[in-house]
């Protein structure tokens, strides 16, 4: 995909997560792997309902601003820039703060195994303690999670979510879908009562 399609892609995918309430105001942020070695992203203090082309960063795997811009990329790139160094398979990172997700992370509860998505796609979802956001604290312990291949995704404890994926396009269906399990969680949790689902001998079949 040429640079202006990758471009137009992103600013696609981040008004979709602006619409469904996963990018809140000015909060969160997105990337992608561009040609390997370089990173498209939004920049500091971007909106997702009003987000252009030139909110969108170029910049190496070292966080270096490659094309001349008066933006700057999201205080939070280090999470970004050392996911992508440690796993070659993640091509597109969301971090987001939707409301159900973030309620779990400031409740520092996991996702309970309550649908088949979670055995498939979150069982594994580990925690980052609290560190200031855009800190190296918090790139360098977000980062650590996805050195286990079985981790695609972490809560920032009373902060957010960090997930990635392959392509954009994927891991902006993920998000959604973690978003929606945690939703049906606390509805749930609300109605009274919720069963979970197990795994058996290992492997992903439920009972």
Excluded: W
Aim: net charge positive; proline share 3%; charged share 20%.
């Amino acid at each position: 995909m040429c640079y202006l399609e990758s471009k137009k892609e992103l600013v696609k995918i981040v008004k979709k997560l602006g619409k469904n309430k996963l990018l809140p105001g000015t909060s969160g942020n997105v990337s992608i792997r561009y040609n390997d070695n370089k990173i498209l992203l939004t920049s500091s203090g971007s909106s997702s309902a009003f987000i252009t082309y030139d909110d969108i960063v170029l910049t190496d795997i070292e966080g270096n601003i490659i094309e001349k811009t008066q933006k700057k990329p999201t205080s939070e790139i280090g999470i970004h820039t050392l996911i992508y160094k440690k796993r070659p398979d993640i091509n597109a990172i969301i971090h987001s703060h939707s409301s159900a997700l973030s309620a779990f992370a400031v409740a520092h509860k996991h996702l309970s195994c309550i649908l088949a998505e979670n055995i498939y796609y979150f069982k594994n979802v580990p925690f980052v303690p609290y560190f200031k956001p855009g800190s190296y604290e918090l790139a360098m312990n977000t980062a650590a999670c996805f050195e286990n291949k079985d981790v695609n995704a972490c809560f920032l404890l009373n902060h957010g979510f960090v997930l990635g994926a392959k392509n954009i396009k994927d891991a902006y269906n993920m998000t959604i879908m973690a978003e929606n399990i945690a939703q049906i969680e606390i509805n749930a949790y609300i109605l009274g009562k919720f069963e979970t689902l197990v795994c058996v001998n290992g492997n992903n079949d439920a009972i």
